[in-house]
């Protein structure tokens, strides 16, 4: 069973910075993209970056020049750096990695963080 845990979220005033960790642990012999995605109340959920396992990254343009999306293949780890955060950062955060296995490529989410901007 592979589980995705985050961590990190938080309170922060505008122009603070917050550090998201996220996790993979279980039966993982690799993991291709990972990436970190966000949901504020009544919207959809957003892409807002992703990197390769060679660590590639690719920004949404909301969060590109302020965000920066790592990851460490050994921990089986990826990171987002948030810098100048805005109010309308303001939203719950999600982790996401594809994981292998014998047959077939599946998608894995972690359970959110909650991340607020605001002074």
Known sequence: ??????????LVQPGGSLRLSCAASGSIFSIYDMGWYRQAP??????????TNGGSPNYADSVKGRFTISRDNAKNTVYLQMNSLKPEDTAVYYCHA????????????GQGTQVTVSS
């Open 98 to 109: 594809e994981i292998p296995n014998s047959d077939y490529v599946l998608d894995y989410w």
């Open 1 to 10: 069973q592979v589980q995705l845990v985050e961590s990190g979220g938080g």
């Open 42 to 51: 009544g919207e959809a959920r957003e892409l807002i970056a992703t990197i």
